[in-house]
């Protein structure tokens, strides 16, 4: 399994700022995917970050809001850009694991309190 | 603090019991199957995955069967304890056909009484 680090663990943020959250991986993944799930509920995919190619956005989900960097096979970041309390949520980086059965690991995930 | 699954069904059971979530699937062509554990505060966490040609797993107190007929899964704990108090949810994909990102169910919150 791989271990993933997410920082920062929690942040409380002003409406119209901007966040930007790391994610570490131990070992070199190719496919990252960042998911978001807000409070009480299920986690929905917001994009999947392939090292060297443009992250796949999902419906609902656009590039300027979330821009998201994919600079090396260990590490990517996701920006909340020009926050509200709509996006309060906690945000959670994955990848695969490496035994081919498609099962994903997941990080900590970062608490995102807009106020 | 903020808690995940403040709002989701909650199943609660006595400490020792067996317990059994559901979870249905809308995606016929979904061909792989995970079960995830999430506590408070922490990223899911996984517990048991199925094939689609199958349609039993067993794990560490833990079963998994999968009814493709009806799109349903479900997840038995056997010997609940008061440590697998949490949220659980299950996830699918199709991997194999190119989506290997996972969708996830809506979750079930299981509280075990001591």
């Known amino acids: 399994s791989a271990v993933i680090s997410q920082k920062p663990s929690r942040d409380i943020c002003q409406r119209g700022t901007s966040l930007t959250i790391q994610c570490q991986v131990d070992s070199q993944v190719t496919m990252m995917f960042w998911y978001r799930q807000q409070p009480g509920q299920s986690l929905t995919l917001i994009a999947t970050a392939n090292q060297g190619s443009e992250a796949t956005y999902e419906s609902g989900f656009v590039i300027d809001k979330f821009p998201i960097s994919r600079p090396n096979l260990t590490f990517s970041t996701l920006t909340v850009s020009n926050m509200s309390p709509e996006d309060s949520s906690i945000y959670l980086c994955s990848t695969l694991g490496t035994s081919g059965n498609n099962e994903q690991f997941f990080g900590p995930g970062t608490r995102l309190t807009v106020l | 603090g903020e808690s995940v699954g403040l709002h989701l069904p909650t199943l609660s059971v006595q400490e020792g019991d067996n317990s059994i979530i559901n979870c249905a699937y809308s995606n016929s062509a979904s061909d792989y199957f995970i079960w995830y554990k999430q506590e408070s505060g922490k990223g899911p966490q996984f517990i048991i995955d199925i094939r689609s040609n199958m349609d039993k797993r067993q794990g560490q107190r833990v079963t998994v069967l999968l009814n493709k007929t009806v799109k349903h899964l479900s997840l038995q704990i056997a010997a609940t304890q008061p440590g697998d108090s949490a949220v659980y949810f299950c996830?699918?994909?199709?991997?194999?056909?190119?989506?290997?990102?996972?969708?996830f169910g809506s979750g079930t919150r299981l509280q075990v009484q001591p």
């Open positions: 996830a699918e994909n199709m991997g194999d056909m190119g989506r290997r990102a996972l969708t």
